[in-house]
C-alpha cells in the first residue's frame, strides 16, 4: 500500500466536492436481519463481474446498520426508480423504523425484504467483504432478478436527486 506524504494529501473537503460531480445510481440494499428487516442507501453500487455474476458496494464503517446486516445469510439490491427520492433520503436517515409506512415493501419467498416500485431487485448471497479506508466494500454473489425495465433510475448528483434523460437518437 503506498504512503502519502503529508505534502500529497488532498483536503477532503475538495475531495468530496470533486466526487459529488460523479452521477451515480442510488440502491437500498436489504436483508432480513433475524425477524427484522435491515436496510441502507448506497450511491457507490457496482457490476463487478458477470461470470459469477458479483455485484459491489460500499458501506461506512460508522454505519449502524451494517453490523446486523452483514450477518445475514441473503440480501437484495434495489434499484431505486426516479420517483423514490423519498425512500433514498428515509433509507439514508439514521434513527428511524425505514420500513414503517409509508415504506412500501414485501418478504421475498425466503424472506429477503424487497422494496416496491424499484426498477429492479437482484437477489444476492454474501461473497465476500474487505475493510478499505473507512468503508467496507461488500461483494455479492446474484442468485436471480427481478426486472421493471419500464422504470427510470434515480440518480445522484452533486448533493441533489434527480433522474435520467436520454439523450434525442
Not at 33 to 46: D, K
Request: net charge negative; hydrophobic share 40%.
Amino acid at each position: 500500500m503506498t504512503e502519502l506524504l503529508p505534502d500529497q494529501m488532498i483536503d477532503e473537503d475538495r475531495f468530496r466536492r470533486a466526487l459529488a460531480l460523479h452521477a451515480a445510481g442510488v440502491v437500498v440494499v436489504t436483508a432480513a436481519c433475524g425477524a427484522e428487516p435491515a436496510g441502507l442507501t448506497a450511491t457507490s453500487f457496482s457490476s463487478v463481474s458477470l461470470s459469477p455474476p458479483l455485484v459491489s458496494f460500499y458501506v461506512d464503517r460508522g454505519s449502524t446498520t451494517w453490523p446486523s446486516m452483514r450477518r445475514a445469510e441473503r440480501f437484495a439490491v434495489n434499484i431505486l426508480a426516479s420517483g423514490q427520492a423519498d425512500v433514498a433520503a428515509r433509507f439514508a436517515r439514521r434513527g428511524i423504523d425505514r420500513f414503517a409506512a409509508p415504506t412500501r415493501w414485501h418478504p421475498h419467498t425466503d424472506g429477503t425484504p424487497l422494496l416496491d416500485d424499484v426498477c429492479a431487485h437482484l437477489l444476492c448471497v454474501p461473497y465476500t467483504t474487505i475493510d478499505i479506508g473507512d468503508h467496507i466494500l461488500v461483494v455479492g454473489l446474484v442468485t436471480s432478478t427481478d426486472i421493471r425495465e419500464s422504470d427510470r433510475p434515480l440518480l445522484y448528483h452533486l448533493g441533489r436527486f434527480g433522474h435520467f434523460l436520454p439523450h434525442e437518437r
